[in-house]
């Protein structure tokens, strides 16, 4: 055999080989985004939208706006778009900026132009904040049950936290006595729980307190049933419940919504959470010591959050159509402020005179919505390589 | 029977174009076992897939080139010819037998729909052929075992069931992609004895690909070493393990551990297989290859004649050989 | 299996319990009184609040509340305290009337969105997909007023036909005619309830169809030499359709979900628009009857699911 070996010995360059050009995972991901033209037409839609809702909210706030959304001109109502106001009639301040009623004017002579403008924050900050609140919850319970899934809460834990919990709604509600006396309670179940449970292999435990330390059930079985009792809960029913029992606002609505779409959030971190759990360079990080916090949060977190964002995104458009529904029916922001869902709302009533308070709206929704669905779904496509083409 | 003549398979992606085949030709006569070597991503399972039709046309795109099957270009043949030959003429081996098995269906229902799919017989004639296979194939208790579904099966079972598929109707050729590469090396040496087997018994042709040196030695009549998609070197496992001659082959074989290099380190070719979208210009294994000169760089080399049947692409060498 | 299937129906029990409490206390809490106690209303003497309360055990403890509603609800004793109707009575009633709405919404998604799923996964890229794909979008986006109103408007003006309520009004209750216009005011809100379901499923379908096509088992298919349709429909499909056969258990809470708003619009007297109206009349019995009903649903919905599951997978005998 030629001395291959002998060669060995001799000047060889380092490898030499010619290296793929590096592109970071963000920029190999973006130009696959790129290449979506509806994705892309759906994030330029959304840009567009935020600029929009932004100059809405500076130009039709306070008590003298530029675009003035709540002024009544009962003389000049359910006039259609693009019509010139009647100069006669109207006071100089009274007139439109633009000159003309851009979109037309409702019922009571309200320029539907600037109630659009104003309307677009309105929608985009009951989007955002909902979804926010909804995978933040998510996020968090779906990561405690994907990680912390199979360690057990004793009948301790349980009572304490019940105790505890308990005690503090009910000195929140009013009860102060009850509660102060859950809260006292609690508290010393918890300490009987650690000072027993720091020496629990070295002295034995006393009768009785031993079933404290009785496991009940795994924190994974806590989270799943939490979200299985939130899904048994009819969605739009609910909200419209709770929205109706509450006094009407937009804080109240953005809450709700969040509240009651976790769920979906929870279930992808938990699923994710647990097969990255059993992978390799999880278990080379504990290994190294690294604490549960920092696994968890560096290392975990960014591997499930692709679905979390492609859901989320989803999220922000059902939550706009969730709150034009609401305010269709009525139950949504309260008058005068301006939403697309109760000029909807304010239009039903005049569907054949003037279909323009029906089709603003209604084309303005679907038009953000639209954005959104198709900017989501690109970004799944994008980060889910199964659906690539290969 | 099968041969192979300068076909070119690419992959587009993002204006990027991947050269996986870059031009190669090999072949296999009736009743001879030819393995084609090489590490992963040189090409040799893309080439494999292009005889029968299975490269994944979107990105993937023959470029040119022919491959002859019994007379007939496989490349010009219409898709339902293809179908004909597929299964009963030439049948594949994948390599991953865990998942090329559908766990929808029994095994016994997939063996039979192989035999039915390309021969008129009677369900019953399929199920007892069928047993049949599956004995030769070394599955124990076959009558039973063919209501089972693939989850029930081991890797091995799974993979001896998938040959059992591939020979249902005789096929001429048998493509088999590193069939034991998922597997257990105890598994894999029954897998190949199994091989070895069904060669003596039914005269196949088999076109055995693998990156193992040593599963080659053990069956192989002759073998084709593939670089960043060409071929290397190609002639019979006796001459080439005797005398490789392209630095590539020279270089793998010197990678394994043998008694007569104890105590000393492990030999590994320094540098890395290239990105088929950016290989070197001339001859590919030049960053990597202790014979290099400035004309490497340059021209593409051509096929060398060392031997009688044996050739490998370096004129370098070969003016190393013969020159002097 | 049994033992599974056991243990899933006492899971599902105990969910449904904490349902049952978690809805009574966001109702509970909710600050008002509930509608005919109105404090304000001349009407209403003292006297007759006080009766009232204690009829209704609204001065007993929250616990004590619960149990009495919950008893009532069971039994079937529990009335509504907007028209004093026993609220099971009220509720088949208008169940009645959205079940072929229901129905008819379901099959039309579901027979639909599996041939459009399947072809466009099937020619992946080509116009039928992109062109499909972008109709789905469309549908999913659109406000369903909007939709609901687009469609009214279209169909009044060109056809000249009424479409609001189950019939028209006037019309003799018998023979060939009255069932026309049954179905007839039958097939917009049915069409309205199974459009946005087309589009979300379609495209679930597809992506579902999409997946399996990629696996290997579908490429020795190929390499067997099967032909086109047995490799699409026979080998991919049948393992791209498990994931649906268990959604199919999940249509049930269907049932009352999406038809509020469509049952708004079209004055449709099913239990959507019952749930609106008790909404608004703070009618108590009656949301909480219809929101555990429809926890009864989600929670027999996916049991049936575990259930067609385990039937249909020959991985998951357990």
New interface residues.
């Given amino acids: 055999?030629?001395g291959?070996?002998e060669?060995?010995g001799?000047a060889?360059?380092?490898?030499?080989?010619?290296?793929?050009?590096k592109k970071t995972l963000f920029q190999e991901n973006w130009?696959?985004f790129r290449?979506n033209r509806?994705a892309m037409a759906g994030l330029m839609i959304f840009v567009a939208f935020f600029i929009i809702a932004l100059t809405g909210r500076i130009l039709t706030y306070g008590r003298d706006p530029y675009f003035n959304p709540a002024l009544v001109r009962l003389q000049e109502k359910l006039r259609p778009p693009l019509s010139k106001p009647n100069m006669e009639t109207l006071k100089p301040e009274e007139v439109p900026r633009l000159g003309i009623y851009l979109f037309g004017t409702d019922d009571l002579g309200r320029d539907v132009f600037s109630r659009m403008f104003q309307g677009s924050w309105v929608s985009l900050t009951v989007g955002f904040v909902a979804v926010s609140i909804a995978v933040v919850i998510g996020v968090f319970l779906g990561g405690i049950g994907g990680y912390y899934g199979s360690s057990q809460i004793s009948l301790g834990y349980l009572l304490a936290s019940v105790l505890l919990g308990g005690g503090i709604i009910g000195i929140l509600l009013g009860g102060t006595a009850v509660g102060v006396l859950m809260v006292l309670l609690g508290a010393a179940v918890a300490a009987v729980l650690i000072r027993m449970g720091n020496s629990k292999g070295k002295r034995p435990i006393p009768m009785g307190f031993s079933v404290l330390f009785f496991n009940l059930f795994s924190v994974d079985v806590l989270i799943t049933?939490l979200i299985?009792?939130m899904?048994?809960?009819?969605?739009?029913?609910?909200i419209?419940?709770?929205v109706?029992?509450?006094?009407a606002s937009i804080y109240n609505i953005m809450i709700v919504i969040g509240l009651t779409s976790w769920m979906g959030a929870a279930r992808f971190v938990r699923a994710e959470f647990l097969s990255l759990r059993e992978q390799d360079f999880i278990t080379a990080a504990t290994a190294l010591g690294v604490s549960n916090w920092r696994i968890i949060f560096r290392h975990m977190v960014p591997n499930a959050m692709s679905p979390v964002l492609v859901s989320a995104t989803i999220g922000i458009?059902t939550a706009i159509?969730t709150e034009?529904?609401l305010s269709?029916?009525g139950f949504g922001v309260p008058p005068p402020d301006a939403t697309w869902g109760n000029i909807?709302s304010s239009g039903?009533d005049f569907?054949?005179d003037a279909?323009w308070l029906?089709f603003v709206p209604?084309?303005a929704?679907?038009i953000v919505?639209?954005a959104?669905?198709?900017f989501g779904?690109g970004l799944r496509e994008v980060l889910n390589p199964?659906?690539r083409?290969? | 029977m099968l041969s192979v003549h300068d076909l070119k398979v690419f992959f587009h992606?993002?204006n990027i174009v991947s050269r996986a085949v870059d031009g190669i030709s090999y072949e296999v006569r009736e009743g001879e076992t030819v393995c084609l070597v090489g590490e992963s991503g040189c090409g040799k399972t893309v080439s494999a897939l292009a005889i029968l039709g299975l490269v994944?046309q979107?990105?993937g795109k023959i470029r040119g080139g022919k491959i002859l099957f019994k007379g007939k270009n496989l490349l010009d043949l219409d898709e339902k010819i293809l179908q004909e030959i597929r299964g009963r003429a030439i049948s594949m081996i994948f390599q991953e037998p865990m998942t090329s098995l559908n766990p929808v269906f029994t095994i016994g229902d997939q063996v039979e729909e192989a035999i039915i799919t390309h021969e008129a017989v009677k369900k019953d004639e399929a199920h007892r052929r069928t047993i049949e296979l599956l004995t030769d194939v070394g599955i124990a208790s076959p009558e039973e075992r063919m209501k089972d579904y693939p989850h029930n099966l081991s890797g091995g079972q799974r993979q001896r069931v998938m040959i059992a598929m591939a020979l249902a109707c005789k096929p001429d050729l048998v493509i088999a992609d590193e069939p034991t590469t998922a597997l257990d090396v105890t598994i894999q040496d029954q897998i190949l004895h199994l091989f070895r087997e069904l060669k003596e018994k039914r005269h196949m042709a088999l076109l055995y690909i693998t990156h193992n040196l040593g599963v080659v030695a053990e069956i192989a009549d002759r073998m084709y070493v593939m670089y960043a998609g060409i071929i290397a070197e190609v002639g019979n496992v006796e001459q080439i393990f005797r005398?490789?001659s392209h630095?590539y082959t020279?270089?793998l074989?010197?990678s394994l551990p043998s008694r007569a290099r104890k105590g000393k380190p492990l030999?590994s070719i320094?540098?890395?297989?290239?990105?088929p979208?950016?290989?070197?210009q001339g001859c590919p294994f030049n960053?990597?290859c202790?014979?290099v000169q400035e004309s490497c760089r340059g021209e593409f080399p051509e096929m060398c004649d060392f031997e009688d049947h044996h050739f490998a692409r370096c004129p370098i060498?070969y003016k190393q050989r013969k020159g002097s | 299996m049994l033992a599974f299937l056991g243990r899933s129906l006492i899971?599902k029990i105990?969910?449904?319990f904490?349902?049952s409490v978690?809805?009574f206390l966001?109702?509970y809490l909710?600050?008002?009184e509930p509608s005919q106690i109105d404090p304000m209303n001349p009407k209403f003497t003292q006297e007759v609040l006080e009766r009232f309360r204690k009829e209704f055990h609204l001065d007993k403890p929250l616990h004590v509340q619960y149990f009495y509603f919950y008893r009532d609800l069971i039994s079937g004793k529990s009335v509504s305290w907007k028209d004093n109707r026993p609220v099971l009575g009220k509720i088949y009633e208008r169940f009645l009337n959205s079940l072929p709405l229901f129905i008819l919404g379901t099959l039309i998604t579901w027979t639909l969105s599996f041939p459009v799923g399947i072809h466009a996964a099937i020619r992946?890229g080509s116009f039928y997909d992109r062109s499909t794909?972008?109709l789905a979008?469309?549908l999913?986006?659109?406000?369903?007023?909007?939709f609901a109103?687009?469609l009214?408007?279209f169909v009044v003006t060109q056809f000249h036909v009424p479409v609001i309520g189950m019939e028209t009004f006037g019309i003799s209750s018998a023979g060939w005619s009255w069932l026309m216009d049954r179905v007839w005011h039958l097939l917009l809100p049915s069409i309205l309830f199974g459009a946005g379901g087309i589009a979300v499923l379609s495209r679930y379908v597809r992506?579902q169809m999409?997946?399996v096509e990629?696996q290997d088992y579908v490429r020795t298919a190929k390499a067997k030499g099967l032909p086109a349709d047995k490799v699409h429909y026979k080998h991919a499909l049948r393992n791209a359709l498990l994931p649906f056969v268990t959604m199919f258990g999940l249509i049930l809470?269907g049932l009352?979900?999406?038809s509020?708003?469509i049952e708004?619009i079209f004055s449709w007297p099913g239990m959507g628009r019952m749930?609106?109206e008790a909404?608004?009349a703070?009618d108590y019995p009656v949301?909480l009857t219809?929101?555990f009903i429809?926890?009864i649903l989600?929670?027999v919905g996916t049991f049936i699911s575990d259930l067609l599951y385990m039937v249909v997978d020959p991985r998951i005998r357990l």
């Fill in positions: 055999m030629m291959v070996n060669k060995r001799s060889f360059p380092e490898g030499g080989v010619l290296e793929t050009p130009g696959l290449k509806l049933g299985d009792i899904l048994c809960f009819p969605s739009f029913f609910l419209l419940t709770v109706a029992l509450l006094p458009a159509l034009a529904g269709f029916l909807l039903k569907l054949f279909p029906t209604g084309f929704v679907l919505v639209l959104f669905n198709l779904e199964k659906l083409e290969r | 992606s993002d994944p979107p990105p005398d490789p630095p020279m270089g074989l010197d030999y320094p540098g890395a297989v290239p990105d979208a950016y290989k070197p960053p990597r202790p014979y060498t | 899971q105990i969910t449904l904490f349902v978690i809805s966001i109702i909710a600050p008002g992946r794909t972008f979008y469309l999913i986006s659109i406000p369903g007023f909007f109103y687009m009214i408007i992506n999409l997946e990629g809470p009352l979900g999406g509020v708003i708004y749930a609106y909404i608004l703070r949301i219809v929101n429809s926890a989600v929670l």
